[in-house]
């Protein structure tokens, strides 16, 4: 399924996750494309005022809100425009199998895991932003993708800068992959001034607008390794040729360096819609109105090692990629658990990878690292490292994750 598309044939795509920031973004290129894309499905969680505003500005064919209880509301909000609408978690997952040229996976967590797999088998290419498929089911997830033959982009903007970086180079070339950094809000704080951190403080991050969920994960330095357990699949590279460099100025995005000697980087302004843009129109490019990058008027452009000490979370999922398995899965599900319960007040910042490590101790001693066979054994994992993640906090099923 790998066909080039003709760029003067309308792309037909469909947006799993559609009011989320990856959402807000990938429309707002397509408002912007002169009619170069033919909107087929949009999905959101529960927010239907933001979903029906969606679907009637894109002229979507179908509308879905995974919160059954929403349907109601989403038919009313959709009255007299002819778009179907649907709710319920099998009603996300049959939006994702419309046949189109291009799936958006933009799902946040867990829930994201079936619709992205569902739209892998059917879709010509996906554009991934569902960190899960990868760091909780990896080797599952790669299989359906070559099985099927979908061309995968990945949205994240550190591996869409590797691919655009590979794209028709030679992987013997290469001899290591360097993702970048930002550091986050607490990159220059002491390792006391990091305990006491608070919530408003890890949303404030210095160059990304995101979610609130990945922008803690940046504050920790959680994301790096989850994006080094991502690389791992997305690449056919080695756990040793894998690296991470602080960047404050989140402009490099990635560094490849050849056996010669050489390095390639990949260079661009903070800007989600650089990365999504480039996944959407694979292999060709699409305008994006975003800010021309201006060396000159940066200056300067920094780098740092990681501080594995003050920010031990990115230690912590080093050793879950080298484990294998389900320790990815483990780890990415407590640290969803330990985030929600940080952002609800209810445990202190570095709680977070202490949690995070506590369940991979205790899941290595109950012998729960085997790989997972499909995808339901990922989500029964996934349920177990949640439970002992809020175990090992103290806190009752309730705590949101």
């Keep these: 399924m790998n066909e080039k ?11 799993l996750g559609a009011t989320g920031s990856v959402g807000d973004s990938t429309l707002d290129l397509i ?62 997952i049959e939006a994702a199998e419309q046949p189109v040229d291009c799936v958006v996976a933009a799902i946040v967590g867990a829930a994201g895991l079936r619709p992205s797999l569902a739209a892998a088998r059917q879709a010509k290419r996906l554009a991934l ?18 099985a099927a033959g979908t061309a995968l982009l990945p949205v994240d903007s550190e591996h869409a800068a590797i ?11 290469v001899s290591t992959v360097t993702i970048t950094a930002s550091g986050g ?4 704080w002491s390792a006391e001034k990091i305990q006491n951190a608070q919530s408003a403080q890890a949303l404030k991050h210095p160059n990304w607008s995101m979610g609130a969920k990945i922008t803690v994960d940046s ?12 690389a791992f699949h997305l690449f056919p590279v080695s756990v040793d040729q894998l690296k991470v460099v602080v960047h404050p100025q989140s402009i490099i995005h990635c560094l490849v360096a050849f056996c010669d000697g050489s390095v390639v980087a990949q260079l661009a302004n903070p800007d989600m819609r650089t990365p999504i843009a480039y996944s959407l129109a694979w292999p060709h490019r699409m305008h994006a109105p975003t800010k021309p990058l201006d060396l000159v008027e940066l200056a300067t452009l920094t780098f740092e ?44 910042f570095q709680d977070i990878p202490a949690t995070v490590e506590h369940c991979l101790d205790k899941s290595d001693a109950r012998g729960l690292f085997k790989s997972a066979a499909d995808i339901d054994d990922v989500l029964e994992i996934d349920n177990q490292a949640r439970q002992l993640a809020r175990d090992v906090m103290g806190l009752s099923a309730n705590v949101s994750d």
């Excluded at 932003?129 to 070559?146: D, H, M, P, R, W």
Aim: glycine share 6%; proline share 4%.
């Design 5 to 15: 598309q003709d760029p003067d044939v309308p792309t037909s795509i469909s947006v």
């Design 31 to 92: 408002a912007t494309s002169e009619k170069k894309f033919d909107v087929v499905a949009l999905t959101a969680h529960s927010n239907v005022a933001k979903l029906a505003q969606a679907a009637r500005s894109n002229q979507a064919r179908i509308a879905v809100v995974a919160d059954e209880s929403k349907y109601l509301d989403l038919k009313e909000a959709l009255s007299g425009s002819g778009i179907a609408c649907a709710a319920g978690d099998n009603a996300v």
């Design 129 to 146: 932003a569902n960190k899960e498929c990868l760091v909780s089911a990896g080797e599952l997830f790669v299989q359906e993708i070559k």
């Design 163 to 173: 691919h655009q970086v590979l794209d028709g180079r030679r992987i013997e070339d």
């Design 185 to 188: 809000p607490f990159r220059t």
């Design 219 to 230: 504050a920790t330095l959680m994301n790096k390794g989850l994006e080094l357990i991502e």
């Design 305 to 348: 090692e990681p501080d594995e000490v003050r920010f031990p979370a990115l230690r912590i999922s080093k050793y879950a990629l080298r484990t294998g398995g389900s320790a990815p899965n483990i780890l990415n599900a407590a640290n969803e658990c330990a985030v929600s319960a940080f952002l609800e007040g209810r445990i202190g």
